[in-house]
């Protein structure tokens, strides 16, 4: 079963336009900062576009079918496991931390959130903050919070297509202007913020921050991971795969498809297909659908193959 997903697009104040011009996303908000491409969250959810299934979510497709479509490895969780997003930031991002899973579930009642950014296009000069720039103490963090100095002590990174970022949960990060990027994370909507550039949202207030449950999780370290893919693009004939990144939620690769390419999606999980690129044609179990830039699929576990053909570039994510 193959099911074609219709975004859920969210207008944060930092948003940008380019989900609607570059991405052809339809929309009455001024400003679309993310589309939530593959989501059975509460504040999100996809709806799904084609078959017996139409107009309904995610979430209930799964409940009529039973959790086998998501596989083996998707069915031992016991929430639906990936969030994936597309986000444009015209503006910097709050300076944010997630909590792993224990504080998550004790704080918040649902899961943490460990997340990797895969950067689709950027600014000239656009830079990003990914965790400390040296390690310092809890008692510091507050301190230079406390006195508007903490931005003297994080990683900057200045950012190009390409570049992955892997975040794990506890990491301080914050996506900064002019960049565009595929995230693939864990399936939760806790963020605590340190930091705002003192913002006002819409109604003309602050947004809040969360100051102390922000030093309880943060790794006051640099990062543990670089910023390129931890594979090497492997060519076949009709295309390109490479690995980004894998952990124990997610195995993400980017496929570059130039004539045809062939996706297995075997037993052991369901397959995210997000085009970031191009256009051409998507078809599994007899049938099949036109692809563009934008067009996000899930592919039931036991689908079997999955045909992509034309000039499509491709984020795969399965659990």
Not at 252 to 269: C, F, G, M, P, Q
Request: aromatic letters at 10%; a negative charge; proline letters at 2%.
């Amino acid at each position: 079963m193959i099911l074609k997903l219709k975004p859920a697009l969210k207008d944060y104040l930092w948003g940008g336009t380019k989900l609607k011009t570059d991405f052809g996303f339809e929309s009455d908000m001024e400003k679309l900062a993310e589309g939530w491409m593959l989501s059975c969250h509460k504040d999100g959810e996809n709806i799904v576009e084609n078959g017996k299934f139409k107009g309904k979510t995610l979430s209930e497709v799964i409940s009529a079918c039973g959790k086998d479509i998501l596989g083996r490895n998707g069915k031992k969780f016991d929430f639906f496991p990936i969030l994936i997003k597309l986000i444009d930031a015209k503006n910097d991002l709050s300076v944010q931390v997630h909590p792993d899973n224990a504080y998550a579930l004790s704080a918040e009642g649902e899961y943490g959130k460990t997340e990797c950014w895969y950067i689709l296009d950027c600014e000239e000069g656009a830079e990003l903050i990914y965790g400390f720039n040296r390690k310092i103490s809890s008692e510091e963090f507050r301190q230079r919070i406390k006195d508007n100095t903490f931005l003297e002590v994080v990683n900057k990174v200045k950012v190009k297509k390409g570049d992955l970022f892997f975040i794990e949960a506890g990491t301080l990060h914050a996506i900064g202007a002019g960049i565009l990027l595929a995230e693939i994370q864990q399936n939760s909507n806790t963020t605590y913020r340190v930091y705002d550039y003192n913002r006002r949202d819409k109604d003309g207030k602050l947004r809040p921050l969360h100051i102390e449950k922000a030093i309880d999780v943060t790794a006051c370290e640099p990062p543990k991971y670089g910023t390129k893919p931890i594979g090497e693009k492997k060519f076949f004939d009709g295309g390109s795969e490479q690995l980004l990144t894998e952990c124990e939620l997610f195995r993400v690769k980017n496929l570059e498809i130039s004539e045809k390419a062939e996706i297995t999606a075997d037993e052991s999980s369901f397959v995210s297909l997000l085009v970031t690129d191009g256009e051409g044609k998507i078809s599994c179990s007899g049938e099949e659908f036109a692809a563009k830039k934008g067009d996000s699929f899930f592919v039931s576990a036991g689908s079997g193959s999955v045909k992509a053909e034309g000039r499509l570039t491709v984020i795969e994510t399965k659990v």
